[in-house]
């Protein structure tokens, strides 16, 4: 059983690039979300959805996208990579809206120049 | 504005030590819930909390909710090196929420 996986692991971009960052779960859970963890900040929500076709804005969409085509995947977006996106993303998936005992991926490390 | 602050922020200590990692919430709490994460690593569920005066235990991690504090505290006794990481603490601070607000983290070190 797989859980939550991201990919890339690492990526460095340049400013004005773009990229996607991939999410699966195999699970079959409903919610899914994507943090960003910034040091000495804990976690941001980015985006969530609450199932396929579903996506919400969480606290810190700025620069983001996300789509939600089918239950196992939830890509984020980065259409021009800013050096203020620098940053771990970290997505999470549930059964319940309620995150709390949600399965969490390993991280996408990002550094943007 | 920080919603909830963790202390310390960081921690060393001699492993067989006890420590404690406090959490505090600037707004009324809906529910408290600790991870641990290492690094490279996503986090890991340890504990909910709900109820003031709430406490859970595993292993030698045990969890307090003091919900008029607006505070939580993580206990870990006797510490061996496969404690350290980042502890971080969530919260809901409104029901029905479909988020969590994350506290600093408290990255803790064992000395063999």
């Known amino acids: 059983n797989a859980g939550v996986t991201q990919t890339p692991k690492f990526r460095i971009l340049k400013i004005g690039q773009s990229m996607t960052l991939q999410c699966t779960q195999d699970m079959n859970h409903n919610y899914m979300y994507w943090y960003r963890q910034d040091p000495g900040m804990g976690l941001k929500l980015i985006y969530y959805s609450v199932g396929a076709g579903i996506t919400d804005k969480g606290e810190v969409p700025n620069g983001y996208n996300v789509s939600r085509s089918t239950t196992e995947d939830f890509p984020l977006r980065l259409e021009l990579a800013a050096p203020s996106q620098t940053s771990v993303y970290f997505c999470?998936?549930?059964?319940?809206?309620?995150?709390?005992?949600?399965?969490f991926g390993q991280g996408t490390r990002l550094t943007v120049v | 504005s920080q919603e909830l602050e963790q202390s310390p922020q960081s921690l060393i200590v001699q492993e067989g030590k006890n420590l404690t990692i406090n959490c505090t919430s600037s707004k009324t709490l809906y529910g408290l819930y600790w991870y641990k994460q290492k690094y490279g690593e996503g986090l890991i569920f340890l504990m909910m909390?709900?109820?003031?005066?709430e406490e859970k235990s595993h292993e030698k991690i045990t969890a307090k909710l003091d919900e008029k504090k607006q505070q939580s505290s993580l206990h870990i006794t006797a510490s061996q090196p496969s404690h350290a990481g980042i502890y971080l603490c969530g919260a809901e601070t409104k029901t029905g929420a479909n988020n969590l607000f994350f506290g600093t983290g408290t990255r803790l070190t064992v000395i063999p």
């Open positions: 999470a998936s549930s059964w319940d809206r309620r995150i709390a005992e949600a399965f």
């Open positions: 909390l709900q109820k003031g005066g």
